[in-house]
Every structure is written in structure tokens, then in C-alpha cells.
Antibody
């Protein structure tokens, strides 16, 4: 069974950095891309970017390009999303998701979400 | 970027009745070489992550009840719940995976009338 388990909720001050983890089990880590999706309170879903764990290649949404870094540790089967220069608008649920075998395929499995609260 | 526009924002349907959600893309998500529409639908229940319901615009994910169906091509798509059940109360999102950045519609909230 494929499982994506994310790290716990975070409370951060404006201007700081948050790093969220997503541990994947039940499949070969390097066979799929891992995506990150933001969902602000009461809002829709916004794609942030992806990583191909096989070669470490990343693609970022322009909105987040300057502040987000997505990495993957193939030895532990864990992906990470780091968001810097946090502001109140970054308060949101962050999901990792696994696609179906390539970046242009649907998001087949999702993590449970990690709530990040940015507050002074 | 491909903009996805869903309508309505919300709808209330009686149990056993049909619910129809529309999704329009700002450009075609039909890939001519394989004749596939790069369009997915997700269901998100309160407090849960999204769940993949339909991909390639009309293919149901394994385990999804057949009361859910997807249709459309090019730029106009529809998700239909043929006979609404109580457990279908959720927000439904369409998404294009034709090109990056992947983009989602704003979501449609389905409630019981």
C-alpha cells in the first residue's frame, strides 16, 4: 500500500523558513515525481512544484520560484519542501502528492497535509 | 499558465438527484498525438486531502463508484454524480496536467438540499 506521511504542524514567525518532510512507502521512490500543493484556509489548491527523485530535477511554479526549494533523499524515501521568507499569506495546509509515473500525470496519492501557521 | 474555471462555486442537490459540475480551461488540454485530455477530478472531504476520482477526463480511478462520471474534451469538461449520496458531500476540484505549472479550478462545494 502506498503511503505518504508528512511531518507535523509548524508555527513560524514572519521572515523565517519552514521545512516539511514527506516520507513515501509502498513503492519505488525513484519511479515517480513528488509534488507539493498549497491550500490556504477556505481556498483552492495551488501547485508549488515537483521533484523527480531519480535525478533530482525540479520544476517550480513562478509564484513560489524565489522562495521554495524541493529536495529528495533517496536513501530514506523522503521528500522535503522548504519555504523561506515566510509571511502571513503563507499560512496554509501543505500537501505532498505522488503522480502516476511522470510530471504530466494525475496526482494519484496524497499525504495527510501539514498545517503551517505564520504569526508574529 | 492554463487557467481552470469551475462552475458553480457551490450547489445543493437532493439525495438521489443528479449533480453536475463544469470546468473550463483557458486553452485546450487535449494532446493530439495520443487523443487524451489531460484533465483530472478530485474529491476533498472536510479535513481530508484530495482524492483522485477521474483522470484522462473520463477514466474512473479504481474503487470510485460508477455514479461518478466525467465527460468533455478540449476546453470544456463536466463531472456528473448521477445519484447523490450523503457521503458525496465534498469539494470537487478539476485539474489540468497538460503542462506545468499544474493548475486547479477554484473548487465546487456540493451539499445536500
Amino acid at each position: 500500500e502506498v503511503q505518504l506521511v508528512q511531518s507535523g504542524a509548524e508555527v513560524k514567525k514572519p521572515g523565517t523558513t519552514v521545512k516539511i518532510s514527506c516520507k513515501i512507502s509502498g513503492h519505488t521512490f525513484t519511479d515517480y515525481c513528488i509534488h507539493w500543493v498549497q491550500q490556504a484556509p477556505g481556498k483552492g489548491l495551488e501547485w508549488m512544484g515537483l521533484i523527480d527523485p531519480d535525478d533530482g530535477d525540479t520544476i517550480y511554479a513562478e509564484k513560489f520560484q524565489s522562495r521554495v526549494t524541493i529536495t529528495a533523499d533517496t536513501s530514506t524515501g523522503t521528500a522535503y519542501m522548504e519555504l523561506s521568507s515566510l509571511r502571513s499569506e503563507d499560512t496554509a495546509l501543505y500537501y505532498c502528492a505522488k503522480d502516476d509515473g511522470g510530471p504530466l500525470l494525475p496526482l494519484e496519492y496524497w499525504g495527510q497535509g501539514t498545517l503551517v501557521t505564520v504569526s508574529s | 499558465d492554463i487557467v481552470m474555471t469551475q462552475s458553480p462555486d457551490s450547489l445543493a442537490v437532493s439525495l438521489g438527484e443528479r449533480a453536475t459540475i463544469n470546468c473550463k480551461s483557458s486553452q485546450s488540454v487535449l494532446y493530439i498525438s495520443n487523443n487524451k485530455n489531460y484533465l483530472a477530478w478530485y474529491q476533498q472531504k472536510p479535513g481530508q486531502p484530495p482524492k483522485l476520482l477521474i483522470y484522462w477526463a473520463s477514466t474512473r480511478e479504481s474503487g470510485v463508484p460508477d455514479r461518478f462520471s466525467g465527460s468533455g474534451s478540449g476546453t470544456d469538461f463536466t463531472l456528473t454524480i448521477s445519484s447523490l449520496q450523503a457521503e458525496d458531500v465534498a469539494v470537487y476540484h478539476c485539474q489540468q496536467y497538460f503542462s506545468t505549472p499544474l493548475t486547479f479550478g477554484g473548487g465546487t462545494k456540493v451539499e445536500i438540499k
